[in-house]
């Protein structure tokens, strides 16, 4: 652990927070709240999906009776309480609780209750720091669902407290940078949202002009053309292996992009599956989704593959741009036309029957050429800029850690000697808990429950 700068001190959970009864607490467990206790109204519930990076998401609130709330007082937050996620992918998110009325945290969340000595923000950010975040990172358990203890954060994560003069300087500056490259950020998307525009209007631009609709079953490179993948038992689980044929299912499907998600079958079960196989060039086209029609080209270097259901071969005659084809069938107005043939509300779906009746406007081979050849161009460039424009975002991803580390190793703002120091804070914290005479519950006393809370 790093030195820290004169005057600052690391402290644990307990030692920061407030003289008060569950200053430090976990949500309940088990049968204490269960779906059956949620209402549309009444005394909010925090969840871990409304604890985002240092942001409060207050949307799709959950409630729970005010009676039922009484019974859980032990797990009550209030206004300007810390939020902290005990489980994620790390588990450390912070937040603190914006609202008015009191709520109740549930399971997987942390809240703690800062000292009035201690800046609720600074110390939300100082969680929020690449050095605390490595020690959660230490104490976290489990894979499948990765997650921190109550007992584990409060005695493994050491804070780096600053004066509480310091504490408000560190807590205007981060605002200030993170003010600004907010900014920058939110006009980074905006841009995002500008090129997936332009990019469907570059796919829009081939329907332009007036000529021929052609249906695209007719299109078709003889009479199997468009072929579906297998159904049942012709595909399941355990036909797959680790390499062999590929086989191409909607994972694979982008919005107009080609997604290399591999999946594999051996050889003999490939070969009894032939009249499902693809070649580079073929389209692919998801009929099972929110988005219908979706079409990929299969990408040379593929080797033997098939098709799974739900994502039919296309394989055009030679007199036919593929390209032109592939661009028109993700065309927002083509889309459009389809939308009155999907059928189903959980699972919308496209027919077979239904693909082949889909009709695009043809103009003569030249025409698609040109065509063609002037949308590959225009998505290259958005491609390009899209690129640019996410390099830009990782960018600043990590100029907000910088910012982060650069101010709880006190390098953020200046230093002032006069300041009193955290070791002085710190122990006057201690006076006031020990004069407090048992406010706060003696580890040795606490019910088995909340024992067994503290420790999940």
């Known amino acids: 652990m790093k030195e820290l700068p004169p005057g600052w001190v690391h402290a644990l959970a307990d030692e920061i927070v407030a003289s008060t009864p569950n200053a430090l607490a976990i949500g309940p467990f088990g049968s204490n709240l269960k779906v059956s206790d949620y209402r549309d109204a009444g005394v909010p519930l925090v969840f871990v999906r409304n604890i985002r990076a240092d942001a409060f998401d207050s949307a799709d609130l959950k409630f729970v009776s005010t009676a039922k709330a009484d019974t859980l007082h032990a797990h009550r937050v209030k206004n300007g309480d810390l939020l902290i996620t005990k489980m994620g992918d790390p588990p450390g998110d912070t937040a603190i609780y914006p609202l008015a009325k009191d709520g109740i945290i549930t399971a997987d969340c942390v809240k703690l209750t ?88 570059a796919f829009e631009s081939l329907l332009d002009g007036d000529f021929p609709s052609v249906a695209l079953g007719s299109l078709g490179d003889g009479p199997r053309a468009i072929v579906d993948g297998p159904f049942g038992s012709n595909l399941k689980t355990e036909h797959y292996v680790e390499s062999g044929p590929r086989v191409i299912r909607l994972q694979n499907v982008g919005d107009g992009d080609f997604i290399d998600a591999r999946a594999h079958i051996a050889p003999e079960h490939f070969a009894r599956l032939q009249r499902h196989a693809v070649l580079p060039g073929d389209l692919v086209c998801a009929i099972l989704g929110e988005v219908l029609p979706r079409a990929v080209i299969v990408p040379d270097g593929i080797g ?130 020990a004069s407090s005479n048992g406010h706060r519950p003696r580890r040795g006393r606490e019910p088995r429950l909340l024992r067994d809370e503290l420790s999940a």
């Open 304 to 433: 033997p593959a098939i098709v799974k259901a739900d994502c039919p071969r296309i394989r055009l005659t030679p007199a036919v741009n593929a390209t032109f084809v592939w661009g028109v069938l993700n065309a927002p107005a083509t889309r459009h036309l389809v939308a009155t043939k999907i059928k189903g509300v959980g699972r919308p779906r496209l027919t077979l029957s239904a693909l082949r009746q889909v009709h695009i406007p043809l103009p003569d081979r030249a025409e698609q050429d040109r065509r063609a050849l002037q949308l590959v161009e225009e998505l290259a460039r958005i491609r390009r800029l899209d690129s640019q424009v996410a390099d830009a975002q990782r960018h600043a991803g990590a100029l907000r850690s910088s910012i982060l580390t650069t101010a709880f190793s006190g390098r953020l703002v200046h230093q002032d000697p006069s300041d009193e120091p955290a070791s002085a804070l710190l122990e006057r914290i201690a006076a006031e808990r």
């Open 114 to 201: 800062p000292h009035s000595s201690i800046d609720a923000r600074y110390l939300m950010y100082a969680i929020s720091s690449p050095a605390v975040k490595r020690q959660i990172l230490q104490i976290t358990r489990g894979v499948a669902q990765p997650k921190m203890s109550l007992d584990r954060f409060r005695h493994g994560v050491k804070i780096p407290v600053a004066s509480s003069a310091e504490q408000k300087r560190i807590v205007a500056t981060i605002e200030e940078q993170f003010s600004r490259l907010d900014a920058g950020v939110g006009a980074l998307e905006r841009v995002r949202r500008n090129l997936k525009r332009t990019r469907a209007a």
